[in-house]
């Protein structure tokens, strides 16, 4: 199963991190493959936001997932899982206080699903360059 771990030490009192991160309407600031994020259901981040993404896809064709938060503690922790019919994402987002602010840790995994499953060792080639260039952004966004 493809997956792209990063931990960002940030500035930001870890609060505001949580909340910022809780919410995927902000994620196209800094994830320069999401082009856009529409709210479907609730308003910013909590437990059964519904989130429509637009991505830049592999070979230059755009794609919709449909991401909920199925968890969201209120201070730490944040489960997002999105689907389309041909890919399944589960994101974790954690935040952890700091001396100096927090370390803010992004945890995703993406798979093909059904039929497309046995292709998920080459997807994890392509899903860390896509995750290198996004942790990067997140890195300046949280400075």
């Not at 082009?35 to 479907?40: A, E, K």
């Not at 602010?101 to 080459?122: E, R, S």
Request: proline share 4%.
């Amino acid at each position: 199963m493809p997956r792209y771990v990063v931990t960002v030490p940030s500035s930001w009192p870890a609060e505001r991190a949580y909340s910022y991160m809780s919410d995927m309407s902000n994620y196209v600031e800094w994830d320069r493959g999401i082009l856009r994020v529409t709210q479907t259901k609730g308003t910013g981040g909590g437990q059964g936001a519904v989130f429509e993404v637009t991505t830049r896809g592999f070979g230059g064709r755009d794609m919709l997932l449909t991401y909920e938060t199925t968890e969201h503690d209120g201070t730490s922790n944040v489960l997002l899982v999105g689907r389309n019919s041909v890919f399944t994402s589960v994101d974790r987002v954690t935040v952890v206080p700091t001396d100096t602010g927090c370390d803010v840790t992004y945890d995703a995994k993406l798979t093909f699903n059904g039929i497309l499953a046995p292709f998920n060792l080459p997807l994890g080639l392509v899903f860390n360059k896509v995750g290198d260039a996004a942790a990067k952004g997140l890195r300046k966004k949280l400075a």
